[in-house]
Structures are given as C-alpha cells and as structure tokens.
C-alpha cells in the first residue's frame, strides 16, 4: 500500500545530493545515482521538491477525471485556496468549481473558523502546553524526531478533516447512496494528499480524492475563459453578462476569517485575545525543529499553544501552489480582513475529536536490545573518528555521522567515503612501488668490493 | 548492563553559544541506544539544566553521561566556586545570578528544582570554594 506521495522520477535525478542535505529527516540517500527516499524517514514535507534543480522530485495527486467515477462529487476547499486569486472572488472561484461538475462546493474555512474557536476553549480547560495538529508534516515530524512532544499535540482532527465528516453526513440525511458520494479536497501540498489514504490518529479518512491545488488553479482558468467567450458570443442581450448563478453559491456570508488558516497567525487570529496573548505561530519546517529543540529542553517559557506550519508562511507556501507565497498573504489579508468575527454558526454540529492518538514512533535506534545497541554505538564512535568529518555528501549520505550510520547497520562501507577510499589507494600505491622496489633472491647481489 | 560512558562534553564558563549543545547531543544518543522517550526528555532536561549551570554560575566544567540497563546517569563536575547554602540554593526562586543573564532569561531560580523535579534522584557534592559535583539520575 502506498503510505507517501513524495516521489523520484529516475530518469531526471541527476545524483546531485542537494535534497539529500536539506532533507529534515535525512530520509534520503544518493545510490547508484539516484535519490532514493526512505519511505519510514520520510514525512511528505516537500523540501526535497523545492530543492531539486532538476524537477526530478515530484508527488502524486489525483484529478478532475476522478470525477468520473462518482454520481456525487463534491469538493473541499481549503482556506489558502483563495490566496492564488487577486481578482477572482471567493464566489466567483466556487461558481466555476460547480460548473466543474461538482455538486457543492464546500469551505474548509468554515470548519477551521469553529476548530479554532473549540480550541480555545480547550485550551482554557487543560493544563500543560499544546502544539496544533493541523499540518500533518508538524505531526509527522514531532511523532518521528521528536515522540517525547507526542503528548503534546493537539487532540483535534485538521479543519479539512472535520468539514469532510460533516459533509459526508450531510450528504447521508438528503438519501444519496454512500457509493455516490465522492469527496474531493483541493491539496496545497503533498502532506496533506497524503493524509487521505494514511491518516493520522484515525484509521480511514472521509476525504476520497485529493486535486493539487495548480490543477483546480488551471481548470477554474478554463472555466473562466469559456463563460467570457461565451459572453461575448451571445452579445449580451439574450444572455445579460454572466451565466446564471448555479445553484448553491448564493450563500452569501463566507467564513473570511477562517480563510486566514492558510496562513501562518490565522489560526490564533480567531481565538480570543486572553489566548492570542499566550500564543506562538512559527512556520517553516527548519524553524519548526528549532523551536521544537527548545520546547524538548524545556527551554520556551510562557507559551501555552503553538501554532506550527511546515511550510514558510503556512499553507500560502505550499509546493503545490500556484502563486508565490508573498503575493498568496497578501491576497489572503485582503480577504481574512473583510471577517470581522467568526460565522454564525452551530458549532456542535462538528466532531472535532481525533477517535484514536498520535503515537510516537521508534525509528532510528541502532538496536532494540539495549546492549546490541550499545555495541553498535562503539563502532559508530570508531566509523565518525575514521570519516574526514566535511559533510561533503559525496557518499550519498547527508553527513558524515549517517555514512558512519549506515555503515553499523551494513548500509554503506567506508569506501563510499572518497576521501576514505583515496587514503586507501595512496596506501595501497605506496606499498606497491615499494613491493616494486624488492628484487627477487636471484637478483640480490651484495655489493662486492673491488 | 554494566554502566558504560557514552558522552562526554567539556563545558567553559560564559559559553552560551554552545548551550544546549551537550544535552542536544545525549537526546540523539539516547534515540539511537532505543531509550524510550520520556525518560529521554527528562534526563534532556536535567542536562540542559546542568550544563547552563556551568555555563553561568562556575568556573568551567565536564558533563558525563553514563547508560546501562537500569538507569541514565549524568555528572556534571566543575572547579567550583561551589554553592556557599545549598539549602537555599534549594529553594525555588532563589538566584544567585547577576542582572546581565538574568535579562537573558536564565537564572529564574529553578534550575536545581528542576533538576530535582525532573530526575528520580540527585546527588549534590559541594561547598564554599568547593567544585560542585551534581548527579542525576533517572531509571529505565
């Protein structure tokens, strides 16, 4: 079963080693010339695809063909969505989805709207300090590097998880048969695709289909383009200006707040400002480990909640996002402004509750028997002391440290390491000239004087 | 097990620069030895404490880490100056840290008590012009 939608397409991999070094997780190594991913490091954060200068890094996602399959498609989309359109309105952005072919067009933003403001409250209820469990690549990176923070993550689903429960019962209480209903999400980044087939802290997601969010981009294009021309066609007297409203977008209180989720600060935005006041937003997934060696040791005073974003800025920095993540904030505080408060809304009718936990894991120990462990720390000692210590990746490993790593656990050898394998070949160069040097007995005369 | 040295950091005074660095250092180790996860922060913790109490209140010191089958011990030993009451020393809130660090955000006081807090026992070795030798440990 496929568990990552990062991916290496070979035959544009180059060997570079540029991922490999700015991989978080050192989930990858360059063998026989290829980067490959190790599929139990990695954690779908994307950095190796911003990295690649060759384009060779890419993920899966599904798309509109999909539609296909289902009588009843409907379609999530997420707060940062919005941030790819400086002159196409929410509205407008949702009419062309329907013309699309889905048969309603629904706002994350709306669930993340009543996720923050139940998160505040649960913050208010419980001692300690929580991390926000909304951007799987945050939970995927405390449950692999750090498990000891696992308890700390918030015991909440992702907005996009809530709002697809409630549209799938939704949908149930009008009669339409389970087999119809197709839920799609339009994914800013490969994490959160993802999550739909590998979920984390629940066993099977609501979500069905996951559209990267330059092919929804690229569509409502389309779209657009034909009702202009259409217009025009039709002079404008039979047709006065736009295709008629489809049905569904009449809706006109849209939950601008909540659009701010997708950035950075927009989670903490609707929260009240007693907890505003105790909060932090950090994004970018090297800062994100930085804080969270700080949190680990103890070292971060003050703060109750942490409202973390592996990508810089938050979702508006997406891999699969369209528009730079400059112009996406700026486009996004245009929007989030216009909310002036939450909408009013039912906040029961959501389940926000994460059915099971997020388990930290164990991977990276060099043994599960403590001594055997012990035994392989030595010769890691030994294999660091041997390696020149320049972090060249040379080897294909990000480091030195992992090329010793990987050769305790019989992954690589010390000739991997070129400058290993020089000093090998000078030793071995020195002691041919000098074999070169020996002559056999026959020849050995010893100088006789004359 | 029997006990066996796994790190070994020497720590001079004022180098806040590499603070953190040891403690950094043994959570990684303790990852790779398979040391489940709580014990690991709490003995992470401890460290940091210990290491940011060389840095600021002695004249330089070393940090040892020591692992085996039953517990994770760390000894901090510096060239003093010593704590001249330790019984107040004890006390939470109580610092003998100058203004300069304390604007840094350290000696808030709770660094022994955190130690404390956060191991399953202490040793504390010390006096008046004395080194201060501190071992904590937590068991597996």
Redesign the interface.
């Known amino acids: 079963m496929k568990k990552h939608s990062v991916l290496l397409k070979e035959e544009l991999c180059e060997g570079c080693t540029n991922c490999v070094k700015n991989c978080p997780t050192k989930a990858i190594r360059v063998h026989h010339g290829k980067a490959i991913i190790k599929g139990e490091l990695c954690i779908d954060c994307a950095e190796c695809i911003r990295t690649c200068a060759y384009h060779a890094k890419y993920s899966m996602t599904d798309s509109f063909a999909d539609l296909e399959d289902y009588a009843y498609p409907l379609v999530l989309i997420p707060p940062s969505f919005y941030s790819q359109f400086r002159k196409v309105s929410p509205l407008e952005v949702k009419n062309s989805l329907f013309k699309l072919g889905f048969k309603e067009v629904l706002d994350v933003s709306l669930a993340a709207e009543a996720l923050s403001i139940k998160t505040a409250e649960f913050l208010e209820e419980h001692h300690g300090v929580f991390i926000s469990s909304s951007c799987p690549v945050v939970v995927r990176l405390i449950r692999l590097l750090y ?4 308890e700390h993550l918030l015991p909440f689903k992702p907005p996009v998880d809530v709002m697809a429960e409630k549209a799938w019962q939704d949908v149930m209480t009008r009669g339409i048969s389970p087999e119809d209903i197709g839920i799609f999400f339009i994914t800013p980044c490969p994490a959160k695709y993802t999550n739909i087939f590998s979920p984390l802290g629940f066993e099977k997601s609501y979500i069905d289909k996951g559209i990267s969010v330059d092919q929804a981009y690229q569509a409502i294009l389309e779209v657009r383009k034909e009702d202009n021309s259409a217009e025009k066609a039709g002079s404008g007297k039979d047709n006065p200006g736009k295709a008629s409203p489809v049905e569904g977008t009449q809706e006109t209180v849209l939950p601008y707040l909540g659009m701010g989720w997708g950035q950075s600060g927009g989670e903490l935005r609707i929260m009240p400002e007693s907890m505003q006041e105790r909060s932090l937003s950090v994004s970018g997934i090297h800062r994100v480990k930085a804080l969270l ?1 700080e949190i ?4 971060i ?1 003050g703060i109750k909640y942490f409202e973390l974003a592996a990508c810089n800025y938050g979702c508006v920095g997406g891999v699969f996002n369209v528009v730079n993540p400059y112009q996406a904030r700026f486009n996004l505080r245009r929007l989030q402004v216009k909310g002036s408060r939450p909408v009013e809304q039912d906040y029961g009718q959501y389940n926000y509750d994460l059915p099971g936990k997020f388990e ?1 894991l ?1 991977i ?5 028997d ?2 055997k ?2 035994a392989k ?1 030595m010769q ?1 000692e030994k294999e660091i002391e041997l390696l020149p210590g320049l972090d060249c990746a040379a080897c294909g490993a990000p480091d030195c440290k992992t090329l010793a ?1 990987d050769i305790v656990n019989g992954l690589a050898s010390r000739s991997d390491c070129i400058f290993l394998l020089r000093k090998q070949v000078g030793e071995l160069a020195d002691r041919m000239s000098a074999l070169a040097h020996e002559l056999p007995p026959v020849m050995k005369k010893e100088k006789k004087d004359r | ?1 029997q006990e ?1 040295l ?1 790190l070994q950091n020497k720590i001079e005074r004022g180098d806040f620069a590499r603070g ?1 660095e040891t ?2 250092k043994l ?1 990684e ?1 303790l ?5 489940p ?2 014990k ?2 709490r003995i ?2 401890v460290t ?1 404490e210990l290491e940011m109490n060389i840095i600021i209140h002695s004249h330089g010191g070393e940090i040892q880490a020591y ?1 085996s ?1 039953e517990k994770i011990k760390v000894v901090a030993a510096d060239s003093g100056p010593g704590i001249e009451d330790l019984e107040k020393a004890l006390q939470p809130g109580f610092s003998t840290a100058d203004d300069e660090v304390r604007d840094m ?1 350290f000696g ?1 006081g709770m660094g022994l008590n ?1 130690i404390q807090h956060y191991s399953d026992d202490v040793e504390i070795e010390t006096g008046p012009g004395q080194p201060t030798r501190i071992t904590a440990t937590v068991y597996l």
């Open positions: 498990p000891e923070l696992t060696d680990s040791r103890n070292n005073k930290p164990r990276g120990q060099l043994d599960t403590l001594e462990a012990m720390f890691l790593e | 097990m066996k796994i953190g403690s950094s959570k180790l990852r790779k030895l398979g040391v996860s709580d690991s922060r992470t913790i940091y692992i089958s955000g808030a955190n």
